[in-house]
């Protein structure tokens, strides 16, 4: 089973910058794609970025392209998304996800493909 733990709870202003960090344990983790997903009360949850563990080859969405980074840090089984330039609308709850597999694991922005996620972490950018 794999657990995760993501965090960086953060009430910034418009423009500011914000890392979240999701870390992983109970697995190993080559054949595994990490993604950061959010959601606003009331709508759909929305694919952020991912990452493939392997190779870490990326993914984001276009509301975030250029601004978000997400990165992999493989000593700590950890995953990163540093957020810059943070606008009002980048206001959600961001969950951590993985999703397993075998040899190249396709890199989804479908959450129905990701097996495991974190808690969830509040993101609020206002001024």
């Known amino acids: 089973q794999l657990q995760l733990v993501d965090s960086g709870v953060g009430l910034v202003q418009p423009g500011s910058s914000l890392r979240l960090s999701c870390a992983a344990s109970?697995?190993?983790?080559?054949?595994?794609?990490m993604g950061w997903f959010r959601q606003v009360p009331g709508q759909e949850r929305d694919f952020v970025a991912a990452?493939?563990?392997?190779?870490?080859?990326?993914r984001y969405a276009d509301s975030v392209k250029g601004r978000f980074t997400i990165s992999r840090d493989n000593a700590k089984n950890t995953v990163y998304l540093q957020m810059n330039s943070l606008k009002p609308e980048d206001t959600a709850v961001y969950y951590c996800?993985?999703?397993?597999?075998?040899?190249?694991?396709?890199?989804?922005?479908?959450?129905?493909?990701?097996?495991?996620w974190g808690q969830g972490t509040q993101v609020t950018v206002s001024s």
């Open positions: 990452i493939r563990w392997s190779d870490s080859s990326t």
């Open positions: 996800a993985a999703r397993s597999g075998t040899g190249t694991v396709v890199i989804t922005h479908r959450g129905s493909s990701y097996d495991y």
């Open positions: 109970g697995r190993t983790f080559s054949s595994y794609v």
